[in-house]
């Protein structure tokens, strides 16, 4: 069983900076990519950024130049550094990641989602 645990989550006033961590744990043989979405109330939820093993990231165009995806291997987490914020950037924001584990005598692949952190950005 593989867990996320975003964190870091709170109210922030337009403009300014928030980050944060996504953990994974539990039965990780390799993570081949995390990602971050968000959900706004009323709305799908909507990518925001991915960062694959191999160190390539892409972002939806709404938070380019203002998000950064970056991870720590050893420690099996991602980070979404988000800066200049927006009230439209109010959403829960989800961490999932596509995970290699056991299964059987081999091994698969899955994605795995965390509960989501909500992120309220108003004056």
């Known amino acids: 069983q593989v867990q996320l645990v975003e964190s870091g989550g709170g109210l922030v006033q337009p403009g300014g900076p928030l980050r944060l961590p996504c953990a994974a744990s539990g039965s990780i043989l390799s993570i081949n990519a995390m990602g971050w979405y968000r959900q706004a109330p009323g709305n799908q939820r909507e990518w925001v950024a991915t960062i694959t093993s191999g160190g390539s990231i892409n972002y939806a165009d709404s938070v380019k130049g203002r998000f950064t995806i970056s991870k720590d291997n050893a420690k099996n987490t991602a980070y979404l550094q988000m800066s200049s914020l927006k009230p439209e950037d109010t959403a829960v924001y989800f961490c999932?990641?596509?995970?290699?584990?056991?299964?059987?005598?081999?091994?698969?692949?899955?994605?795995?989602w965390g509960q989501g952190t909500q992120v309220t950005v108003s004056s």
């Open positions: 999932d990641a596509e995970v290699r584990v056991r299964a059987g005598l081999s091994t698969s692949i899955y994605q795995y």
